[in-house]
């Protein structure tokens, strides 16, 4: 296979059949919709909403010395997570540039597996390798061994709890247990990037076809459809949620992002960019850079990532991640724009579409909230 041509995931022809539209992402062939963005995107708020998310890069990362190798390798503390629990991370190069963001699941006391975005998936495989020496630890590339099927939306737990016998109410968010679906194998994720409650089914890609068809028969009765990665994109917006090239990027240290609090410097050893990212955090706190702020349009035209956010004439900010909303009914962003005018209720700020000036309201993120 040429390395032009996209890969294929397991469920490729029952995307096909289902009429998706198919796009190439990260390399890979995957379904951008399957009929209405939008209504793809109220399933998900409402009802649920089934996404093939097999792109994303398994990384597994086992031996006696795991713990320290990824405590050394990433900015979080990972000693501290439990088995069968997750945790949202990142990797930073050695000046605090962010590499990508992470999920990270403790399976034992010594494996874990490392999730990244798939655009980076070989970038963090590499790093990790390379972090690797001198650690009692193997980094395995997993990305062929699983397929990811995501089922999101407030009527998620119940058409699950149907298809396993996986204790999901004592799974809580951020975690993760070995069980069965629809009578096969699984590893149950509770993270979800929809703001809504949801569930992640790594399971071999062999039986990824009977696993999405399970839970379409499950569903359908109470209202799921196929989604694809357009709504993706606009329910993660709308919940606030950071897109890898969008929010973050090897320019910004996970301080410029707001995301200082995945940073631990409180856990033993060194970490790669561990001096770098000190001094940023002292940048932050001394003078606070752009800060990642809503922006929720008066008008109807949408604003695109790197349109100029201006105030008075002057640029003091870009867009990030532009979008309609479904849910708000009206065109929404997220940008980084000058502290001084970071404010929710912030006066006179607009956006440069094409030469005009729109009016914007600065909103504190995220524009929606579940009601637990």
């Known amino acids: 296979m040429s390395s032009n041509t996209p890969r294929l995931t397991a469920l490729d022809a029952l995307h096909r059949s289902l009429g998706a539209t198919m796009t190439d992402f990260a390399g890979w062939d995957m379904p951008l919709r399957y009929g209405s963005e939008r209504d793809e995107h109220l399933a998900v708020r409402t009802k649920a909403g089934l996404f093939d998310l097999s792109h994303m890069g398994e990384i597994t990362v086992t031996g006696p010395q795991a713990a ?193 609090r995945v940073v631990k410097f409180e856990k033993e050893g060194d970490f790669v960019g561990r001096a770098a990212l000190q001094e940023a955090a002292e940048r932050a706190e001394q003078n606070p850079p752009r800060v990642l702020v809503g922006l929720i349009a008066e008008g109807r035209r949408v604003p695109r990532a790197g349109y100029p956010v201006v105030v008075g004439g002057q640029v003091v900010g870009e867009i990030t991640s532009g979008a309609p909303s479904p849910t708000l009914g009206k065109p929404i962003a997220m940008a980084y724009v000058d502290a001084a005018h970071a404010a929710p209720g912030s006066d006179g700020v607009g956006v440069d579409i094409r030469g005009t000036h729109e009016p914007y309201e600065v909103v504190a993120l995220p524009f929606y909230k579940r009601r637990k």
């Not at 990508?100 to 975005?117: G, K, P, Q, S, T």
């Not at 020496?133 to 999101?152: E, P, T």
């Not at 009765?221 to 196929?226: A, D, E, K, S």
Request: glycine fraction near 12%.
């Open 68 to 260: 320290e190798l990824l405590a050394f390798a990433l900015v979080g503390n990972i000693a501290t997570v439990g088995v069968g629990r997750a945790r949202y991370t990142m990797i930073c190069q050695e000046d605090g540039g962010i590499l990508d963001d992470l999920i990270v699941y403790r399976l034992a006391e010594h494996e874990f597996m490392v999730v990244a975005n798939a655009s980076n998936a070989q970038v963090v495989l590499d790093a990790l390798t390379g972090r690797a020496a001198g650690f009692d630890a193997v980094v395995r590339d997993d990305r062929d061994a699983y397929a990811l099927i995501a089922v999101q939306g407030p009527e998620s737990p119940g058409i699950l709890a149907s298809l396993t016998d996986a204790d999901l109410d004592g799974l809580k968010y951020y975690a993760g247990l070995p069980g069965t679906v629809a009578g096969v194998p699984a590893l149950i994720a509770r993270t979800g990037y929809t703001g809504e409650d949801g569930f992640e089914l790594f399971v071999a890609p062999a039986d990824a076809e009977k696993v999405w068809q399970a839970l379409t028969d499950a569903g359908t009765p109470v209202g799921l459809i196929p989604c694809g990665l357009s709504c993706r994109d606009t329910l993660r917006l709308e919940a606030g949620m950071p897109l890898y090239g969008h929010e973050l990027t090897t320019s910004l240290t996970p301080f410029d992002a707001g995301l200082g």
